[in-house]
């Protein structure tokens, strides 16, 4: 009977173990996980886990019965510190040896920290990554204290909302000169923007931070380039991820901001295959880190199909939301290298996209409180419908009817 080992226990790991188990009723299967819990998602937990309305069963992506009913092995709280691929073994922190015929690396990613000089190593400064995370932001938002953001990307813009729906006293502070600056257009940044001042969020744009203040062994202040001391309660830095790629570099496997895959989600090294945030992958003819829920489970269930003989190619598609205030935003495509933004507001009040495009071609859209606009823009991409630029300027544009006069012809 031939064993399939997964390291690593969120969404691509899943994905993963039950598309293997779909495929074939005998193939051992094992995921190995670092965290003592059942495998969760992840999203919501800047969203609706932090505000109360997702229970932590909710929260599991699939219940303790369904891996024995699978006939998958879970083991948590168990670490791998190496592999051999020569000899297709795992090492366990444990003492301990785990076999493998295929190897799926879905070994996620980790959030960026601030350096210990400045602070970072403080207990009441945390990230924004785990189940672990979020619990403690929990337990600790509570209304009138003053909670800093570092990072105005859409961890730190979610996790804000949720505190200052609690009450607390937020702000944001934002190295660059606007929010949202890596991911999303200037227009989407503006409306972001305005929602949060409109929340009493305080934003500090183009402001760096310079020193954490403890006192007692806790933080208690910060000091800003602009010479400004803010007093807090706790910190939530939210400055993005790396992707884990410690296991696959050790074992000589080829890694470049990720685990490098093929089209086929092959790593270089044979039988060993990788999936989700800790992956680089060949995306628009460039080596691309998709860190996204719809990428990890797809990406995750086209590998599994791959390590058992098939050879799918895996051409996502790319799509993301955020939940902030009373704004819902939903991302189809992948805006990198667009040149121009059209901004149309959906028939819906105050329903508003953004649509990007690069050489007159449509690449991605930021749908606000539009979701009509967002599934005819993400049915487009799919179906690799071309939209031109010159289309979408017309002041009649229908978004629905061009989508469907365009698939039809």
Not at 56 to 71: D, G, H, S, V, Y
Not at 125 to 134: E, F, G, I, K, P
Request: glycine letters at 8%; proline letters at 3%; hydrophobic letters at 45%.
């Amino acid at each position: 009977m031939t064993k399939t080992v997964i390291i690593g226990g969120s969404h691509a790991a899943i994905a993963a173990a039950a598309k293997l188990r779909q495929l074939n009723a005998d193939m051992e299967i094992v995921i190995i996980s670092e965290e003592g819990f059942l495998p969760y998602q992840r999203p919501p937990l800047s969203k609706a886990y932090m505000a109360g309305v997702m229970p932590i069963e909710r929260l599991c992506l699939k219940p303790a019965q369904w891996f024995e009913k699978q006939r998958i092995g879970l083991q948590l709280n168990a670490q791998v510190t190496s592999i051999d691929p020569d000899k297709k073994q795992l090492q366990l922190a444990s003492g301990g040896w785990q076999s493998y015929d295929k190897l799926l690396l879905a070994t996620g990613a980790t959030a960026r920290c601030l350096p210990a000089d400045i602070g970072g190593h403080l207990p009441n400064v945390r990230t924004m990554r785990n189940l672990s995370d979020a619990n403690w932001l929990i337990d600790n938002m509570q209304a009138d204290k003053n909670l800093i953001v570092i990072g105005g990307g859409y961890i730190g813009l979610e996790a804000a909302a949720e505190a200052a729906k609690k009450g607390l006293n937020v702000t944001i502070i934002e190295a660059a000169d606007r929010i949202l600056k890596r991911v999303a257009c200037a227009e989407t940044s503006d409306e972001f923007r305005r929602l949060h001042q409109q929340k009493n969020v305080r934003i500090l744009e183009n402001t760096q931070l310079l020193k954490i203040i403890e006192e007692n062994g806790i933080a208690c202040d910060v000091r800003l380039s602009s010479g400004e001391v803010i007093a807090l309660d706790f910190i939530v830095v939210g400055i993005g991820v790396t992707a884990n790629v410690e296991l696959a570099q050790n074992a000589g496997i080829k890694t470049l901001n990720g685990i490098i895959v093929d089209e086929y989600c092959r790593t270089s090294h044979a039988d060993i295959y990788a999936a989700g945030d800790c992956v680089s992958l060949p995306f628009d003819q460039q080596p691309t880190r998709l860190e996204s829920v719809q990428n990890a489970h797809d990406q995750g269930a086209i590998a599994a199909a791959n390590i058992l003989g098939n050879e799918i190619v895996y051409n996502p598609k790319p799509w993301f939301w955020s939940d902030q205030f009373e704004i819902k935003l939903q991302i189809a495509g992948l805006n990198r290298g667009y040149d121009a933004v059209i901004v149309k507001h959906g028939k819906r009040e105050g329903a508003v996209s953004h649509y990007y495009f690069a050489q007159q071609k449509l690449i991605a859209v930021d749908s606000l409180n539009d979701p009509a606009t967002y599934a005819m823009v993400r049915k487009a991409l799919e179906a690799n419908v071309v939209i031109e630029q010159e289309m979408v300027m017309l002041a009649d544009f229908d978004i629905r009817e061009k989508v469907k006069t365009l698939m039809a012809g």
